[in-house]
């Protein structure tokens, strides 16, 4: 499948990309470069984030996005860092950012693929030095280059990513990706600036223990989910909740649980945004044998219909999904 080259635990992110061209869709070497750039502006976002208690670059920036949030210094320090990569590489004709109020344009006449993206996932752990990250979405754009950007380029199920990942600023910084071949996860050395294969097939553990919800909003979930979130605690199962989706995603993901984000009476349609958190997670998820569903449909049949919408989101191990889905269907 790598026209007979070998990689192993310990090969880089550049020499498995290479080696792994050939599977990639339409391999062209462009998705290859785009994923060079997504790992470079992971690195500097790595740096700064490392040195984010020093630098004065903690705590809130003294705007809010489009959604309402209050940003946080970081989340605009990394929206930039990744918009810069994207831009500047020449594959990407569209991006849609968290941070972003629309869709950014950037009348690039033969870029082919359009970015959705989440620069900083868990700002609120930010300055409490907990791990955060950065999630990406990568589709192609289905009108032809170098016409203007269409809702149809945009508006793309999760189905059509031809790749997706998420980068986790954690004990060690990790980037894991899949383009639709499995999922493989690499371990960025600071002192040699590189990301190294040290998950490779990350298949998930079909079922598991561990159940990942904000439990202080329990008043405000639906029946469904208080059941089964009770069948958790009486199977003694582990509670475990950081407030970074992509932290609570990667543990569960390696060691088998489910994350449940549901809708709740402040957000009837959940927290979690679709295009660029719960689509990129719904697609690795698929690929290591995991599930992710709303709670009716999986998430990546969802036909978007608008740039910043959320989804209700339950994801994780395959059997833990399934059980979740038959004791509260109709009741979430
Ligand atoms: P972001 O920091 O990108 O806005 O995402 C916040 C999300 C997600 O990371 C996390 O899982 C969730 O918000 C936590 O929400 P609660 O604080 O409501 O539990
Ligand atoms: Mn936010
Ligand atoms: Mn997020
Ligand atoms: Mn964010």
Redesign the pocket.
Known sequence: DNSGLAYSVGTTLDRFIKLKQSEFPFASGELSQLLRDIALAAKIVNRETNRAGLANIGGAFGQTNVQG?EQQKL?VIANIRFMRALSKGGEVCAIVS?EEDSVIDLQNKSGKYVIAI?P?????NIDVNIS??TIFSIYRRKTPPGSPITKEDIMQPGRDQVAAGYVLYGSSTMLVYTTGHGVNGFTYETSLGEFFLSHPSIKAPLDGSIYSI?E??QNQWKNGVKEYIDECKSKNFAAR??????A?FHRNLLKGGIYL?PSTEKNPDG??RLLY?ANALAFIADQAGALATNGEIPILNIQPSSLHQRTPLFIGSKKMVQRFESISKGKV
Do not use: A, C, Q, T
């Open positions: 949030e989340d968290e989440d900083l996932d868990g700002s609120s955060i990250g904000n202080g909003l909740y950081i407030g970074s989706l992509v609570d984000y927290k979690l958190e």
